[in-house]
């Protein structure tokens, strides 16, 4: 049985996890904008600025994800400021 550290399968999660937050922050927008086109008969307008809204929050969160943890030199180990 494969170890759960592999690295290939660590890759292979990072990927799919990349993939399905980008589909899903693109869709929310878009139906979002969609309900909103609806309520206010304003096709196709606001569909667009959701899905572009949906993209940026998508390209976001993937900055966030692969960012490297920021450490506060100036705290000490126990938070409190030196």
Known sequence: MADSQDPFRQGLA???RVGVELAVTIVVG???GYGLDRWFSTRPWL????????TIAGFRNLYRMIRPPVSNSKKGNDGKPT
């Open 14 to 16: 990072m990927a799919a």
């Open 30 to 32: 878009a139906l979002l």
């Open 47 to 54: 569909m667009l600025v959701g899905m572009v809204l949906g």
